[in-house]
């Protein structure tokens, strides 16, 4: 339940130590961290640990939702068969300083494992304990495309908490119940904003969109007029760059597709779900010998069709895409999301 009455409240920057410390006392928190020599989301057990001056985690929160590798079941495979379904533990997940992009993604992992009456228990149980607290992009990077797909670099979709960087601390705005809960948990630590705070974070609110560096075409046609390009030229150009590493696909945010494997050691079986990626080869292989996708422009033109046709088609409103630009940014061999749709929307401007 949103709640619309809390006015938004003041973290000084010499209090954030103590509320990251308030929400390990309220469960397992994720928050940017250095792992390696990539910053991404992962558990933290102290305040130190978060990494304070970031641009974007290397992945959303999809690992935390859906994880990369997960035992769905066990069996006895010697005598009876009988199974042991492994449902994770109802731990609360707090996210810290999610980008509003990965948050607004859950919406379209919901669209697959939270749809009811199709619901996944699995990422049920992992999504119904998640609180996200969000943290506004006051200097959108160099291949975010978020407001021109429906984004917003301050945007509160699926957020519990938005916080906005002003000088000397924090703005939160609470978002929901669970946020709420998050503001009361730590209100010692929060202060009233001042009138300049307020008109500092609105200012930023208001350049941020301004900011932003790139801008997709105008997708909202693929939906209908998509399949016109079905055989276009594009995807064998984009598809003879590409080396099918899956990149894209594992680190987008809004990617959902897995795969099923029983293994058995020593007579006790395991069902696994592990990600899989539309750019493998074996992705569609069927049993028969055939492909239906054999070759890379295929694929690619699957990876693009999907969240800007096929997606929108069955959730109307909804593009499969927040805009984030890891695809893009990430990529080896530099196929860019953006010159693909502005490829696209040019070649149908001309058919029309």
């Known amino acids: 339940m949103v709640n619309d009455e809390r006015p938004p409240e003041f973290l000084p920057q010499k209090n954030l130590l103590g509320f990251i410390e308030k929400l ?26 978060v990494v304070v001056d970031f641009e974007q985690t290397r992945q959303g929160i999809r690992t935390i939702v859906e994880p990369q590798n997960e035992v769905l079941l066990t069996y006895d495979a ?27 993604a859950l919406t379209f992992l919901d669209d697959n494992f939270y749809d009811p009456p199709f619901v996944d228990p ?26 021109s797909i429906g984004g917003d ?22 978002v929901s119940e669970k946020g709420r809960e998050i503001a009361d948990h730590a209100k010692e630590l929060l202060r009233r904003p001042t009138n300049d705070q307020m008109a500092e974070a609105e200012r930023i609110h208001r350049a941020a969109t301004a900011k932003l560096r790139r801008k997709a075409p105008d997708v909202t046609k ?26 894209c696909t594992y680190l987008c945010p809004t990617c959902w597709c897995f795969d099923i494997t029983d293994t058995e050691t020593k007579g006790k ?55 984030c630009g890891r695809c893009s940014e990430l990529c080896p061999m530099d196929i860019d999301l953006i010159a693909i749709l502005n490829e696209l929307s040019e070649a149908g401007e001309k058919d029309a």
């Not at 005598?79 to 810290?96: A, D, G, H, Y």
């Not at 670099?153 to 939160?172: A, H």
Request: a positive charge; proline letters at 8%; charged letters at 25%.
């Open 122 to 147: 699995y990422y049920a149980r992992r999504r119904e304990n998640l609180i996200l607290i969000g943290l506004g992009c006051a200097q959108p990077f160099p291949y975010c495309f978020c407001g």
């Open 269 to 323: 079986g395991y069902r696994m779900r592990s990600w899989d990626s539309c750019q493998f080869p074996l992705f569609t292989l069927h049993t028969s010998g055939h492909n239906p996708r054999p070759d890379k422009a295929s694929r690619v033109r699957q990876r693009v069709m999907h969240k800007f046709c096929y997606h929108p088609s069955n959730y109307p409103d909804h593009i499969a895409c927040v805009g």
């Open 153 to 174: 670099p301050f945007g509160k979709e699926n957020l519990d908490v938005l916080m906005t960087q002003v000088i000397g601390g924090y703005l939160l705005e609470t």
């Open 24 to 49: 390990i006392e309220l469960g397992e928190v994720y928050a940017p961290k250095a792992v390696g020599p990539v910053i991404d989301l992962g558990m933290i057990h102290d305040p130190d640990e």
């Open 78 to 104: 010697k005598s009876t068969f009988s199974e042991k379904e492994t449902l994770p533990l109802m731990r609360r997940r707090i996210v810290l300083w999610c980008r509003p992009c990965d948050a607004r």
């Open 222 to 247: 693929f939906s209908t007029e998509g399949m016109s390009s079905f055989e276009s030229p594009i995807w064998k150009r984009w598809g003879e760059k590409c080396i099918g590493c899956g990149i």
